[in-house]
């Protein structure tokens, strides 16, 4: 699988905790739990360098992030779109008959940052920049989950964040999906449980919903 | 200690009086987890080995208790095991190893501090166990194993003959197995002689036994050259085929009024009775008992200030042991002075008392050989210090019942009330067996060197045998948990730290055998060849 297959979007907001992504295609975000990456270098190659002064490539710092929301909205944020489907057989002749509803409407998904690269390391925390907008976002290949989930160091970062999106129910996701790359997949959830357990040992209710969301 | 075993969990709070809290790692199960089992705690700089004392349960949210995982629901149990859920050990810190270079020359040293928080906690290897306690040598005496181990817990028997020492437990815990073993243990390799008062006639030879053995032998089959025995009872000696050395008689001359006091109890003598026992000795000397016992009570003789009903008391007292068969008017033999012989030779000596395992006889005989043997190894022990010659062999005396002896009202007028106190001055010392040390005097027990208990249930016996003890209270739990049979808890002076044995084998072929090889002369030991090379 090339690099290029994996692109899924491009960063178009960004802030320290969290990046929001456009997806190329309409519908193609990565599901909800998945592990993504943008990839920037840390030298800023656009800003005007002092004179004399040569920029060289430096390294680069990939940012993970966990996807915790997914949205699809029209393209301008005034105009909703319209039911189409009355004289249609099917919800795919609706795109058929009207290709230009993919041009007007458009998928985005959210991203909490849960750690970042830097010389071929993985750091479970937060690296000093935010990723660029226009960073190309992917979704991380399985022995990349795999590399990035052998260690459980992201779980306090993602359960103590404050979202939209009930932070239990991303989480299950997305120990979830990250158990499909686990050599015993009920080994990781056990073990990952009793990091949340550690996490969250004085709000026993909260380890419940995650513990009930995650067990096979 | 490079042999790594099974991590149990961390050190997380505690303090060196109260012990220390252990939390256990999720995948350690609780449930092999035992009292009386040894953990070593790796510190920063050195190690400490301690005792599991007690074993509990935690939680890090009230709530878990309140709503438990449903009992279908094991992947939640999975999770909280370990981690919500958790077992606790309590530990008892007892010794640390290794640290600075002076610790490690000396070996084990006494606990003084605690180790760090999260300090690991393993269960103690065969190394560790054989650091502290010891492997077998010309002085130390394999008497068992610790709990679920194969290691050999070794007591330094030379140590241990220096002062007095006592075995306690119930009826039917394995006492007089473990006084065997201790025996045989002291005649091989503690350079001590022992004198048994043997009333059941069970150490010298043939005993029985409860398990399938059904007959166990004793000291004298098995260490034929080392080993008298005399009896009391040349009758029952011969109907149990038993070969004798010599029988011992008594003469009424060689009662003297202290052997009466002493039985005042059962003699049932009163208060003034024993006055008179003395006045008696007094005035009539080496014959008293024989002149008393002539004495018509209305004829009293010129010179005694004895009421007629003190002296009826006094003779219907002397009458009780006149009926002793082994007493009689004059020996002819002087059964002291052989016993002494005996000793003097290295020969340990049991003295059977076959029939008359009334506990008259027993207290009579005891104490008197007892206070005369004592006596000649005080003038022999202080004529070697004035002539700076060798002192005569170390003895051991060991009673059965000592309470009856040691109790708060008699055992500042028995001679072993004396021994106990006194201790080694004159290389003497007691080895006690008791089933009822609440019994004996305090200030008794708390002279004796090593305790060895097996299970014990009264209160107050347990108190009794603990107390002064450091952690007295986490060994109470220990003591009240040991198996009925073949454990025991020791502790004192002989051993590092209080451990509890599963008691060696004794009454098999192959015990007898292994009791055999391990010959007096062993390999040296380390810490002599060192004291050689510095002096």
């Known amino acids: 699988m090339s690099e290029l297959s ?16 456009q997806c190329y295609e309409l519908y193609r975000s990565p599901p909800l739990g998945s592990l993504v990456k943008t990839a920037c270098d840390s030298v800023d190659l656009y800003l005007p360098t002092p004179l004399g002064e040569v920029k060289t490539a430096g390294d680069v710092v990939e940012q993970y992030g966990i996807v915790y929301n997914v949205a699809t909205t029209s393209i301008e944020p005034g105009r909703r779109p319209i039911a189409r489907g009355k004289d249609e057989a099917t919800e795919a002749d609706i795109y058929r008959s009207s290709p230009q509803i993919e041009k007007l409407l458009r998928t985005e998904f959210n991203a909490i940052a849960v750690g970042h690269r830097q010389d071929g390391k993985v750091l479970y925390y937060l690296p000093a920049n935010p990723p660029r907008i226009h960073s190309f976002v992917y979704q991380c290949v399985p022995e990349e989950v795999a590399e990035f989930s052998g260690s459980f160091a992201f779980l306090p970062m993602l359960m103590n964040a404050r979202l939209a999106v009930p932070i239990e129910e991303v989480a299950s996701a997305a120990l979830r999906q990250m158990s499909r790359q686990a050599e015993d997949p009920a080994r990781f959830l056990v073990s990952a449980g009793k990091e949340l357990a550690a996490l969250l040992g004085s709000d026993f209710g909260r380890l419940k919903a995650v513990l009930g969301r995650i067990q096979q | 200690m490079s042999e790594k075993t099974h991590r149990l969990g961390m050190v997380v709070s505690g303090s060196l009086t109260k012990g220390l809290e252990v939390r256990l790692d999720g995948a350690t199960s609780i449930e092999e987890m035992a009292v009386g089992r040894y953990v070593t705690i790796t510190g920063g700089k050195r190690s400490f080995f301690g005792m599991v004392t007690d074993i509990s349960l935690g939680v890090t949210d009230e709530r878990i208790i309140l709503s438990p995982p449903a009992p279908a629901d094991r992947f939640t149990a999975e999770v909280l095991s370990g981690t919500g859920t958790f077992g606790t050990l309590h530990v008892l810190p007892m010794l640390t190893i290794g640290g600075d270079t002076g610790d490690l020359i000396e070996g084990p040293q006494p606990v003084k501090t605690v180790p760090a928080h999260f300090a690991e906690v393993r269960l103690a290897s065969q190394q560790d166990m054989e650091l502290v306690f010891g492997g077998e040598d ?60 043997d009333m059941a006639s069970e150490y010298g030879w043939e005993g029985s036994s409860e398990s399938k053995h059904g007959k166990v032998k004793g000291l004298k089959q098995l260490f034929p050259a080392n080993v008298a025995v005399v ?17 011992v008689k008594i003469g009424y001359d060689e009662i003297e009024p202290e052997d009466i006091a002493l039985l005042r109890q059962t003699l049932n003598l009163t208060d003034i009775g024993v006055e008179g026992v003395y006045q008696l000795s007094r005035k009539f000397g080496r014959t008293w008992v024989q002149k008393t016992l002539e004495i018509n009570p209305d004829e009293l003789p010129e010179g005694l200030n004895i009421h007629e009903s003190s002296l009826q008391n006094i003779q219907r007292g002397l009458a009780t042991i006149q009926r002793l068969p082994f007493l009689v008017p004059r020996s002819t033999d002087n059964v002291v002075q052989r016993i002494l012989e005996y000793l003097d030779r290295g020969i340990n000596v049991v003295l059977e008392f076959g029939r008359y395992t009334d506990i008259t006889a027993y207290i009579l005989v005891a104490n008197l050989l007892s206070r005369r043997i004592y006596d000649q190894y005080r003038a022999k022990t202080e004529k070697a210090i004035a002539e700076d010659s ?71 016996d347990i108190d ?33 730290m209080p451990v509890v044995v599963k008691t060696r084998e004794y009454g098999s072929a192959a015990s007898y055998n292994e009791f055999a090889s391990s010959s007096p002369a062993g390999p040296k030991k380390a810490g002599k060849d060192i004291e050689e090379l510095w002096g």
Do not use: W
């Not at chain 2, 068992?144 to 306690?168: A, Y």
């Not at chain 2, 107390?467 to 009240?480: D, T």
């Open chain 2, 231 to 247: 009896t009391l009872d040349e009758e029952s000696s011969k109907r149990r085929k038993v070969s004798a050395d010599f029988v």
């Open chain 2, 390 to 460: 060798p002192p005569p062999h170390p003895l051991v005396i060991t009673i059965e019942e000592a309470h009856r002896f040691l109790n708060p009202a008699t055992s500042s007028q028995t001679i072993f009330g004396i021994i106990a106190r006194e201790m080694r001055k004159y290389n003497v010392t007691l080895l006690i067996i008791d089933q009822r040390p609440s019994g004996i005097d305090e200030e008794v027990m708390s002279q004796l060197g090593t305790k060895i208990t097996c299970l014990l249930d009264n209160e107050k």
């Open chain 1, 6 to 21: 994996r692109r899924v979007g491009e960063v178009i907001e960004s802030s320290t905790i969290e990046f929001t992504a």
């Open chain 2, 138 to 197: 010309a002085n130390m005496f394999y008497i068992g194993t610790p709990l679920d181990m194969e290691t050999r817990i070794c007591l330094d028997l030379p140590e241990l003959v220096k002062r007095s020492n006592g075995i306690f437990g119930k009826s039917g815990t394995g006492k007089t197995f473990l006084t065997r073993v201790l025996l045989i243990g002291m005649l091989q390799k503690s350079k001590a002689v022992s004198l048994v008062f």
């Open chain 2, 464 to 496: 009794a045998v603990l107390a002064g003890v450091s952690g007295r209270n986490e060994l109470k739990s220990v003591l009240a948990k040991l198996e009925s049979k073949q454990q025991a808890l020791i502790f004192g002076h002989a051993v590092p």
